[in-house]
Nanobody, 115 residues
Framework: QVQLVESGGGLVQPGGSLRLSCTAS????????MAWYRQAPGKEREFVAI????????NYADSVKGRFTISKDNAKNTVYLQMSSLNPAATAVYYC????????WGQGTQVTVSS
């Protein structure tokens, strides 16, 4: 069974930047699409970004387009989410996902944007 471990969350001021990491067991990052989702308090979990197997195609939610960048390093079995120009609306638990017909989820990492 694949295990996903997110890291890099924390407290950041509005306008700041943060880089999240998701490290997977095995070599799943190189063979499956990988995605980031987030869930804010009292709201449903929502899609944030996805990257294809080849790493040359990405899609983003409109709310983060132009400010967030998803990338991956197959050798490290790790997918990243670089977040910039953060605002309080980005406050949420961020989850890594293996986007297959039988998806796997990480436990999440908390991101809090506040002054």
């Amino acid at each position: 069974q694949v295990q996903l471990v997110e890291s890099g969350g924390g407290l950041v001021q509005p306008g700041g930047s943060l880089r999240l990491s998701c490290t997977a067991s095995g070599s799943i990052v190189s063979t499956s699409p990988m995605a980031w989702y987030r869930q804010a308090p009292g709201k449903e979990r929502e899609f944030v970004a996805i990257i294809n197997v080849g790493g040359d195609s990405t899609n983003y939610a409109d709310s983060v387009k132009g400010r967030f960048t998803i990338s991956k390093d197959n050798a490290k079995n790790t997918v990243y989410l670089q977040m910039s120009s953060l605002n309080p609306a980005a406050t949420a638990v961020y989850y890594c996902k293996v986007s297959t017909i039988r998806p796997c989820w990480g436990q999440g990492t908390q991101v809090t944007v506040s002054s």
